[in-house]
């Protein structure tokens, strides 16, 4: 079985950074392509940032490009999310995601449905 868990939200000034961390647990799932995902008060979930198993491709959507970076350590099982420049409109609770359906791809993966395993959320809240 398969667990995320993860840490690294707060509370921040606008324009402050912060670092999410997601560890991934379970046989096998170092290789799987894993994404952040966000969900604001009244508001879907969104995919914020994707990454491939393998090849470190990546996916950000336009709301962050160019202030958030995703990158993992497989050697560590994590995958991080950067977040720079933050918004008040960054707030929300971010999610973790992982994806067993192609493993050891160069694929990212950006649909909420086609992801297998999601963490518990962490709160970011970024002030005025």
């Known amino acids: 079985q398969v667990q995320l868990v993860e840490s690294g939200g707060g509370l921040v000034q606008a324009g402050g950074s912060l670092r999410l961390s997601c560890v991934c647990s379970?046989?096998?799932?170092?290789?799987?392509?894993m994404g952040w995902f966000r969900q604001a008060p009244g508001k879907e979930r969104e995919i914020v940032a994707a990454i491939s198993g393998i090849g470190g491709n990546t996916y950000y959507a336009n709301s962050v490009k160019g202030r958030f970076t995703i990158s993992r350590d497989n050697a560590k099982n994590t995958v991080y999310l950067q977040m720079n420049s933050l918004k008040p409109e960054d707030t929300a609770v971010y999610y973790c995601?992982?994806?067993?359906?192609?493993?050891?791809?160069?694929?990212?993966?950006?649909?909420?449905?086609?992801?297998?395993?999601w963490g518990q959320g962490t709160q970011v809240t970024v002030s005025s």
């Open positions: 379970g046989r096998g799932s170092s290789y799987y392509a």
């Open positions: 995601a992982a994806s067993e359906k192609s493993p050891y791809s160069n694929n990212y993966v950006t649909e909420s449905g086609k992801y297998d395993y």
